[in-house]
């Protein structure tokens, strides 16, 4: 069961050295009157991630001085560049294809019209990243293997000698197995790099960019060097000896330049050179959706002109407008340019209905002001002060912060909207999001719930035939990041309240010219 106004999947009790389980509880039901008439009716995603977790450009070493024995775990917080279950990300895109397959209507019983992703499809930037997701997502055979078919070449594999990292088929006792409870898998990595074959998703979807779809781990624009590295044969296992690691860390920021560790003295492994595992360009996340075929949002202007930002009708109530708030000088927060801001600003002066505004950045990560000329972008208090000029904007939906949540930006009777978060697909929960539209006498209604996908809440590790067993894996692997049981980042902040996840939101109504015509 998916529907969490049914039933939820919680964690078990944490105990030390013991891995959670996953358990079922009461469901958390969202009150909708039949009298309330239905606007618009969408599934949310956000942050999926889509992973090659072989890249040569990863930096999964920077995660371990995150961990909880590490001197700078309560200075730095939490990175998120190596998770246990990094080669699972397919698998968990197609049990949430599943789900959203299963969910036709919206709490009134209304049609679902469309689903929204808003942001971080891939992980990486890469050409194979978008590959698979675009595969999976309008359906058809996807193999989620780079470099060698054969063998694995990432971090955890037979040759992999660093106990920082989980190694699922054993070799190396490894502190995630010893001190955690981690499992021993054995076939684990033949079975993650099976190819599958996807449904896809039976809704017309469209896709907002975020930064992980832009740069290099979410936090560099790629240049020559990255770019080389990238699709080459050495892959970066450790920082330089010598390397001040405190500075090395603060550098990577989520306010640019943020620059890439590419020293030519770090230590490299060998693996397997993959030229599908390249960068793309500016124009090119854009280009590779329109050549798939189908309307995912962006157009042929969004090419030509290397911009990630779109607006369309979803229905006769309900205009969508698309932010594209990566800042392309580095860093993973988010902002907007002034040729965008400029744009932003015509489409809410022309709309005649309500609008949805979607981004990957939610309002409060709008801090990026890094710049590489005299214009200065535009951040959260800009952008909030113009959305609230016009009445008919009555909801933003974000995600980036891989956290259910909610909240509302208001300025007087008849002005503001409410801004939604939904968690992402490489975390903890896991989750995505349905969102109805409603009105009824002089008010507005949203109402939202959150729904897992079709993973085994408790998978059998013994057979790793079946794609949602492999999607149950990484959920319960999820709900046991050593790194988040506690302090300033616990996994509990991401699930949210109740009020986060499955509520009924209430505005008043708004007059808009034409809205019925």
Same mark, same amino acid.
């Given at each position: 069961?998916?529907?969490?106004?049914?039933?939820?999947?919680?964690?078990?009790?944490?105990?030390?050295?013991?891995?959670?389980?996953?358990?079922?509880?009461?469901?958390?039901?969202?009150?909708?009157?039949?009298?309330?008439?239905?606007?618009?009716?969408?599934?949310?995603?956000?942050?999926?991630?889509?992973?090659?977790?072989?890249?040569?450009?990863?930096?999964?070493?920077?995660? &371990?001085?995150?961990?909880?024995?590490?001197?700078?775990?309560?200075?730095?917080?939490?990175?998120?560049?190596?998770?246990?279950?990094?080669? +699972?990300?397919?698998?968990?895109?197609?049990?949430?294809?599943?789900?959203?397959?299963?969910?036709?209507?919206?709490?009134?019983?209304?049609?679902?019209?469309?689903?929204?992703?808003?942001?971080?499809?891939?992980? !990486?930037? *890469?050409?194979?990243?978008?590959?698979?997701?675009?595969?999976?997502?309008?359906?058809?055979?996807?193999?989620?293997?780079?470099?060698?078919?054969?063998?694995?070449?990432?971090?955890?594999?037979?040759?992999?000698?660093?106990?920082?990292?989980?190694?699922?088929?054993?070799?190396?006792?490894? &502190?995630?197995?010893?001190?955690?409870?981690?499992?021993?898998?054995? @076939?684990?990595?033949?079975?993650?790099?099976?190819?599958?074959?996807?449904?896809?998703?039976?809704?017309?979807?469209?896709? $907002?960019?975020?930064?992980?779809?832009?740069?290099?781990?979410?936090?560099?624009?790629?240049?020559?060097?990255?770019?080389?590295?990238?699709?080459?044969?050495?892959?970066?296992?450790?920082?330089?000896?010598?390397? %001040? $690691?405190?500075?090395?860390?603060?550098?990577?920021?989520?306010? @640019?330049?943020?620059?890439?560790?590419?020293?030519?003295?770090?230590?490299?492994?060998?693996?397997?050179?993959?030229?599908?595992?390249?960068?793309?360009?500016?124009?090119?996340?854009?280009?590779?959706?329109?050549?798939?075929?189908?309307?995912?949002?962006?157009?042929?202007?969004?090419?030509?002109?290397?911009? !990630?930002?779109?607006?369309? *009708?979803?229905?006769?109530?309900?205009?969508?407008?698309?932010?594209?708030?990566?800042?392309?000088?580095? @860093?993973?927060?988010?902002?907007?340019?002034?040729?965008?801001?400029?744009?932003?600003?015509?489409?809410?002066?022309?709309?005649?209905?309500?609008?949805?505004?979607?981004?990957?950045?939610?309002?409060?990560?709008?801090?990026?002001?890094?710049?590489?000329?005299?214009?200065?972008?535009?951040?959260?208090?800009?952008?909030?002060?113009? +959305? *609230?000029?016009?009445?008919?904007?009555?909801?933003?939906?974000?995600?980036?912060?891989?956290?259910?949540?909610?909240?509302?930006?208001?300025? @007087?009777?008849?002005?503001?909207?409410?801004?939604?978060?939904?968690?992402?697909?490489?975390?903890?929960?896991?989750?995505?999001?349905?969102?109805?539209?409603?009105?009824?006498?002089?008010?507005?209604?949203?109402?939202?719930? %959150?729904?897992?996908?079709?993973?085994?809440? *408790?998978?059998? #590790?013994?057979? +790793?035939?079946?794609?949602?067993?492999?999607?149950? #894996?990484?959920?319960?692997?999820?709900?046991?990041?050593?790194?988040?049981?506690?302090?300033?980042?616990?996994?509990?902040?991401?699930?949210?309240?109740?009020?986060?996840? !499955?509520?009924?939101?209430? +505005?008043?109504? &708004?007059?808009?010219?034409?809205?019925?015509?």
């Amino acid at each position: 069961m998916s529907d969490t106004r049914r039933t939820r999947l919680t964690r078990e009790t944490r105990i030390p050295g013991r891995m959670r389980g996953i358990v079922q509880t009461d469901g958390e039901p969202v009150p909708v009157h039949a009298d309330w008439r239905s606007l618009a009716a969408f599934i949310h995603l956000s942050d999926l991630h889509i992973m090659d977790a072989q890249s040569p450009s990863r930096v999964e070493y920077y995660d &371990r001085y995150t961990d909880p024995d590490m001197e700078l775990h309560s200075e730095i917080g939490y990175i998120g560049t190596y998770r246990p279950h990094d080669a +699972l990300t397919t698998h968990v895109l197609a049990a949430t294809i599943d789900a959203v397959n299963a969910i036709t209507t919206a709490p009134s019983g209304a049609p679902i019209e469309a689903v929204l992703i808003t942001g971080d499809t891939v992980d !990486n930037a *890469q050409q194979n990243e978008v590959e698979w997701y675009l595969g999976l997502l309008d359906g058809g055979a996807v193999h989620p293997a780079s470099g060698d078919p054969e063998r694995w070449e990432g971090v955890g594999g037979p040759d992999d000698p660093d106990d920082r990292y989980w190694h699922p088929e054993g070799g190396v006792e490894d &502190r995630p197995r010893s001190l955690h409870g981690f499992p021993t898998i054995p @076939g684990y990595f033949d079975a993650v790099q099976r190819p599958l074959r996807s449904p896809g998703i039976r809704h017309p979807w469209f896709a $907002i960019h975020g930064n992980h779809d832009a740069m290099l781990c979410g936090t560099t624009m790629p240049d020559s060097d990255t770019r080389a590295l990238t699709i080459g044969d050495q892959r970066i296992v450790r920082e330089k000896p010598g390397t %001040v $690691i405190r500075e090395m860390l603060l550098d990577w920021s989520p306010i @640019g330049p943020s620059p890439f560790p590419l020293v030519p003295d770090s230590p490299t492994v060998h693996v397997t050179p993959d030229p599908r595992r390249r960068f793309v360009e500016p124009g090119d996340y854009a280009a590779m959706h329109l050549e798939c075929g189908h309307d995912h949002g962006f157009t042929s202007d969004n090419v030509a002109t290397k911009t !990630n930002y779109w607006t369309r *009708q979803l229905n006769e109530h309900v205009t969508l407008i698309a932010m594209d708030t990566v800042n392309r000088h580095g @860093g993973w927060h988010g902002c907007i340019d002034r040729v965008q801001l400029a744009w932003l600003r015509s489409q809410l002066e022309v709309a005649d209905r309500y609008v949805i505004v979607l981004s990957h950045h939610p309002a409060e990560t709008l801090v990026n002001g890094h710049t590489i000329d005299e214009s200065a972008p535009a951040l959260e208090a800009e952008v909030v002060e113009l +959305l *609230q000029e016009f009445p008919n904007v009555i909801l933003w939906v974000a995600g980036h912060t891989h956290r259910n949540q909610i909240s509302f930006h208001g300025s @007087g009777p008849g002005h503001g909207f409410w801004h939604i978060r939904t968690s992402s697909l490489i975390d903890w929960p896991q989750q995505s999001r349905v969102i109805e539209v409603l009105e009824h006498d002089d008010e507005l209604h949203i109402a939202t719930y %959150v729904f897992d996908h079709h993973g085994v809440a *408790q998978p059998d #590790i013994a057979d +790793l035939t079946a794609v949602t067993t492999l999607a149950g #894996i990484s959920r319960w692997l999820a709900a046991n990041n050593w790194q988040r049981q506690e302090g300033d980042h616990p996994l509990d902040k991401l699930e949210g309240k109740r009020d986060d996840r !499955n509520v009924v939101l209430h +505005l008043a109504k &708004r007059p808009i010219a034409r809205l019925h015509a």
